[in-house]
């Protein structure tokens, strides 16, 4: 439903910058467009026009690139203005004040977004897109965020409904002949179709865990025992002087944060405290927190220092550290007493630094890069990753399809079984956040007879 209201937002960050962008959408763009550069016929649609802003009093506030957008032709569907005044926030303020007193209202978050979805601009999943593209802060979030904006997600959506209707279609034509039981052949093909459904389904819903590394970044915990070189590593990697070096062992008490870009992929690294067996209670404290952050950890990063016996673990960790989510880093290869470790951990990749002088880092990346291509968990071919609003849609929909697979093998009533689909048609209508009826009873009748 289109507001009657028309809304008003600065597009641009706030502060100073060469140009601005006011956004407004609804029905008295038309008119305020009109009224603002004083002319009398409406502007020309989708004209950048070069006019002077004049507010209610008449008074010239900025000249202005002014563009408007009829109904319909809009990102939002309704009829929209943006008015680019030059990037002066006292200039903005004054545009702002007079287009409240022309009527306008402030649009709340998202709301130009949310109206191109209830107009029908956009799906759902588009909408979500959008403050994901937004928000992207490394090439492969951005990617799947535009992909999404293409309406990625609405199509696979699309494709499994379709799918899902194939099998309610077989099914239904038997309950316009309920005296004929279902011949055993007839059902296979319904039934096999149904469980592919609930295999692909599942592994879209697995490309979650993907979405998430994707925006929040790839969490990798840089561990090992005190003394070893984690803090000199956090900072070689990041540039800074994140954490504090110093040759005290137990130096790091808690975890500290920060974030970095490995190829195109986003990481956030913690540095924690050093694992000490025999520690004392704020060493024990650091440790459990270490233990802790290790159970929502992506990827470690395991220093031994070249020169010392390695390392006793806690068990709890090393469960958690796998050949395809670990790098084992030998650190301190500059010393003469440096020997090789390489029976540790066997199968793991190994990278010898010595970081004083940035030796081995660039192994390091490479290696890095190399493991998160193999070891992560893949989007399916056609890219399509869900978030975890759409995982809890399509999960519900595995859990009817389960009902309705269950049902048709213990050779329940079609009517129970088709009950069970046109759930999960509904749940993954939610991800798009509609369910079409139109174009399933479209698809449904297609497949019966003529003159039925
Ligand atoms: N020779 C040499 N010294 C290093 C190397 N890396 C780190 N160090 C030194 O080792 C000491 C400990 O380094 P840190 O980075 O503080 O070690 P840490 O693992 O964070 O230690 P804790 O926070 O106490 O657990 C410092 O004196 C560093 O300068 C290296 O590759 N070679
Ligand atoms: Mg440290």
């Known amino acids: ?15 100073e910058s060469a140009i601005a962008v006011i956004r407004l959408s609804g029905p008295a763009c038309a008119d305020i467009g009109r009224a603002v550069t004083g002319r009398t016929k409406p502007l020309r649609r989708r004209f950048a026009h070069f006019a002077s802003y004049r507010d209610l009093a008449g008074t010239i506030v900025d000249d202005c690139v002014i563009t408007y ?16 005044p030059h990037g002066n926030p006292l200039i903005v303020h004054k545009i702002m004040t007079d287009l409240l007193a022309r009527g306008c209202r402030p649009a709340e978050p998202g709301e130009f977004t949310r109206t191109a979805f209830l107009n029908g601009k956009m799906d759902l999943s588009q909408a979500e897109a959008v403050s994901d593209l937004i928000r992207a802060r490394s090439d492969r979030s951005l990617e799947a965020a535009q992909r999404q904006l293409h309406g990625s997600v609405g199509r696979k959506m699309s494709e499994l409904t379709e799918r899902l209707l194939g099998v309610m279609a077989q099914l239904e034509a038997y309950i316009d002949f309920p005296e004929e039981d279902l011949p055993g052949e007839d059902q296979a093909g319904p039934a096999r179709e149904l469980r592919q459904l609930i295999s692909d389904m599942e592994e879209l ?16 915990l840089i561990v090992g025992e005190p003394n070893v070189g984690k803090s000199s590593l956090i900072n070689a990697l990041t540039g800074s002087e994140r954490s504090i070096v110093s040759e005290i062992p137990g130096t790091t008490r808690d975890y500290i944060s920060a974030f970095l870009m490995i190829g195109p992929w986003r990481i956030e690294v913690l540095d924690t405290a050093g694992l000490h067996e025999a520690g004392n209670a704020i060493e024990k404290i650091g440790i459990d927190h270490t233990i802790e952050q290790s159970e929502t950890a992506d990827f470690f990063l395991l220093v031994l220092d070249a020169t010392a016996p390695s390392p006793t673990l806690p068990d709890a960790l090393v469960q958690r550290m796998r050949s395809d989510n670990t790098i084992v880093i030998v650190n301190k290869t500059d010393l003469p007493e440096a020997r090789d470790h390489k029976t540790f951990l066997p199968g793991f990749r190994q990278v010898r630094t010595a970081l004083p002088d940035g030796t081995g880092l660039n192994e390091l990346r490479t290696q890095w890069l190399a493991a998160i291509d193999a070891g992560l968990k893949r989007p399916q071919e056609d890219g399509v990753v869900v978030n975890a609003r759409h995982a809890a849609s399509l999960g519900r929909a595995v ?3 389960r009902m309705a697979s269950d049902k048709l093998g213990k050779g329940e009533h079609t009517e129970l079984v088709a009950a069970e689909l046109r759930d999960a048609v509904g749940f993954i209508g939610e991800v798009v956040g509609r369910v079409d009826n139109e174009r399933m009873l479209d698809s449904l009748f297609k497949q019966f007879c003529i003159g039925k």
């Not at 439903?1 to 502060?15: E, F, K, N, Q, Y």
């Not at 697995?206 to 990798?220: D, F, M, S």
């Open 205 to 220: 819903i697995e490309t979650q865990r993907y979405a998430a590394l994707l925006h929040e970044g790839i969490k990798t």
């Open 399 to 401: 859990e009817a399809l």
């Open 69 to 84: 957008y009829a109904d319909g032709q809009s990102f939002t569907g309704e009829a929209m203005l943006e008015i680019a």
């Open 1 to 15: 439903m289109p507001t009657a209201d028309t809304i008003v937002a600065l597009s641009t960050p706030a502060g």
